[in-house]
């Protein structure tokens, strides 16, 4: 069974010595640096793998086709670690200024990805509003996790699917579906000038390991991350929940080093983000402590706590 904390009142969670979850939450600011330090960490790596890559490429000459796919793995895991600090930013957690919070994002988070920042944070709210409901606009989930599923997201068969949908345009404004359209023509053009930059210097067999990264392994890996994050382990795979609510699901996964990776910019702790959604996951560490500490919810957190790989194979086998 699958728990969460919507519904329980902040005013409701108090700890072993009374101090109430709403004035503990007061003091939790978000620590930019720490936020910064993190992004830096995705780029230096992503830089990191793509030196090593075109370094191998020029010494090695014949070993480029050994290193494309493996190699587009790793940019693709990359991505998706970068990409989930827009999250942070879609909340007002990577600077105080809500307006340099949203230039810094569009620059070095949300280009790369053709992302409109404004328009994200818009139908991200609505899966704050909507989880577990036809509704929600963020709906991975809403497909169990099969061979064939897995098989389609890595084809770009899903990619096409989601892009194709309606959805999320619909509780967008005309001028942030512009906004949309603008992004996603400057990520074009982002890649594009990447890829003549490789081609022009003859790295062309690192341009095709950037295009499986981006246009392929990391649409993977943020599908999947959603659907563990929130599918239910016994909703059956033919279920349709675009027309029937899937209900609200939400884990905590254990933060070691891979995970935290993976489950970046707080994911692992997705449940509590869901409770609390405007602290920053720089805090999140700190909640779970004390809420563990509290007799109204540390069974649920102790409950809801699992590992990405148990859930892997608790959702394949699932009917």
């Known amino acids: 069974m699958q728990y969460n904390l919507e519904g329980i009142s ?26 910064w330090w993190d992004i830096f960490k995705g780029y230096f790596f992503l830089l990191l793998i793509s030196a090593i890559f075109i370094y191998l490429d020029n010494r090695y000459h014949s070993a480029k086709w050994i290193l494309i796919l ?48 404004k328009s994200y944070r818009k139908i991200h709210w609505q899966h704050h509003l909507y989880l577990g409901t036809p509704q ?29 949908k309606k959805e999320k345009s619909e509780v967008l404004t005309k001028d942030q579906v512009r906004q949309s359209r603008i992004m996603l023509f400057g990520g074009l053009l982002f890649h594009s000038i990447i890829l003549i930059l490789l081609i022009y210097t003859n790295n062309w067999a690192y341009a095709i390991t950037w295009v499986l990264g981006f246009g392929v392994f990391f649409p993977f890996f943020a599908t999947i991350r959603q659907l563990l994050e929130h599918r239910d382990e016994l909703a059956h795979h033919a279920s349709n929940f675009r027309a029937q609510p899937h209900g609200k699901v939400t884990r905590l996964f254990v933060h ?64």
């Open 10 to 35: 902040f005013d409701e969670v108090v700890n072993n010595k009374g101090i109430s979850y709403t004035a503990f939450r007061s003091r939790l600011q978000p620590a930019y640096s720490k936020v």
């Open 70 to 117: 493996p190699f587009a793995i790793l940019i693709g895991y990359i991505t998706a670690f970068i990409a989930l600090f827009i999250h942070e930013a879609g909340h007002f957690n990577i600077h105080p200024s809500k307006k340099i919070n949203d230039t810094l994002a569009t620059l070095f988070l949300c280009l790369p990805f053709g992302l409109s920042m």
């Open 136 to 164: 929600d606009t963020e709906v991975s989930y809403f497909n169990a996790l099969t061979k064939l599923f897995i098989l389609e997201t890595l084809t770009g068969i899903h990619l096409i699917r989601t892009i194709s």
């Open 256 to 319: 070691t080093l891979l995970s935290s990776s993976f489950g970046a910019a707080g994911f692992t702790r997705h449940l509590i983000h869901h409770w609390d959604p405007q602290i920053s996951y720089t805090r999140l560490g700190e909640i779970e402590e004390f809420l563990l500490n509290c007799e109204r919810v540390a069974p649920v957190i102790l409950s809801s706590k699992t590992t990405y790989l148990k859930t892997v194979k608790k959702l394949l086998a699932a009917p």
